[in-house]
């Protein structure tokens, strides 16, 4: 994989690489139509468990006043808070959580994990909100249109909840041996978010 630049901050970094390696991933799968070796791994170890910070971010960010009351309520459903069985997508979430406590016990993680979850929902929402703004000589995707315009930012808590959830989906199916036509809506959106979110690393914030 390319080297991803330093930015002299150790967590900026660590995110850069994330959304690097995930980014060079799904090219090389556009280009080949298969993962290289190691990739699922990679998605396994790196991208899924950001996707998991996110998450969590979400559920300490979410407060009364975010939402009206019946979409809080969905909400509810929607995270499994209810009486309801666990759905495969929250058993796919326990696994990452598993994941990322074993990675903790490795002393590799010395941001607390409140603050880690939390900007890590904080930069998802702002990349949310600047990939429909994405310049077409930008836009990386192989297939289709050169604009990310029609990917509208997620309007309320329930909108960003979902798209949360379609990351990982998405990144859980490719690493699972799936593998997406660029037509997929899903696919595209998640891969114009580590599209924006790599070029967010690797010049802050002069993305026009």
Known sequence: ?????????????????????????????????????????????????????????FRLWLRASAAELGELRQLILHAGLGATPRSPAERRAALIEEMRQRALATGADIVPAPARRLAAIEHARLVFALLPATPAEQVRFPAGLRSYADITPPRGATELASRIEELERSLWAIATGHRPRPADGAYRRTYGFFDTAERMSDRGFLLA
């Open 1 to 57: 994989m390319n080297q991803i630049n330093s930015s002299g901050f150790a967590e900026f970094d660590r995110l850069g690489a994330i959304f690097g390696h995930t980014l060079q991933l799904l090219d090389e799968l556009a280009a080949t139509g298969d993962l290289p070796d190691g990739g699922a791994e990679v998605l396994a170890n790196e991208a899924l468990p950001h996707v998991d910070d996110i998450e969590g971010g």
